[in-house]
Every structure is written in structure tokens, then in C-alpha cells.
């Protein structure tokens, strides 16, 4: 199953990458708002694969907490912050699209 999300992703973007080489040969007056394009295609890529990959770490470790809480309730603060580290994935993907906002 993993193996074919992986090979779903890689497929995804040969076919984007190809598709953006395409037209990778504006003219010279619509280099600037091709640049932009390009820049805020680069935004959604970041935030929504930070999202994605944060969206599969927090399922795993959520489930693994719960599990976790319910034979030793103790441990809820430590099992809660792996679940915030995990979630911290999407947080650093919105930095990288402000951080190429920015440029």
C-alpha cells in the first residue's frame, strides 16, 4: 500500500514537472507573471505536502497515544507531545511558503 502512494506521488510530479517544462518558454513580457505563477505553484506544493505528510503522522501517532492512555493514563503529556511534534510538519511547510512568499 505504501509503496503504491509512493509511486502515486512520483507519478504526480513527472506529470506536473513535464507539464510546467512545457511551458517553461514564455515570451519575455510574460516572464514576470510566469515567475509568479510558478512561485505561488511552489506555495501550494509546500503547504499541502507539509499537510499531507502531517495528516499521516498525526493518524499514526494519535492512534498510538490512545492505545498508550488506555493501559497507562499517566503517560497522557507524553504521548499529547508527540502528537503536537507530529503536527508541527504542517506548521513548517506554511514557514517555507511565507519564506518563498517573501522573495
Given amino acids: 500500500m505504501r509503496t503504491r502512494i509512493v509511486l502515486l506521488a512520483a507519478l504526480a510530479a513527472f506529470l506536473l514537472l513535464s507539464s510546467v517544462s512545457a511551458l517553461a ?19 501550494a506544493l509546500a503547504t499541502g505536502l507539509a499537510s499531507i505528510a502531517a495528516a499521516f503522522a498525526v493518524a499514526r501517532t494519535g492512534v498510538a497515544a490512545l492505545a498508550t492512555i488506555t493501559e497507562r493514563p499517566e503517560l497522557f503529556g507524553r504521548t499529547i507531545l508527540y502528537v503536537g511534534l507530529a503536527e508541527g510538519i504542517a506548521i513548517y511547510g506554511v514557514l517555507i511558503a511565507l519564506l518563498i512568499w517573501i522573495t
Fill in 25 to 43: 518558454a514564455p515570451q519575455e513580457a510574460e516572464a514576470e507573471g510566469f515567475a509568479t505563477a510558478m512561485k505561488f505553484m511552489a506555495m
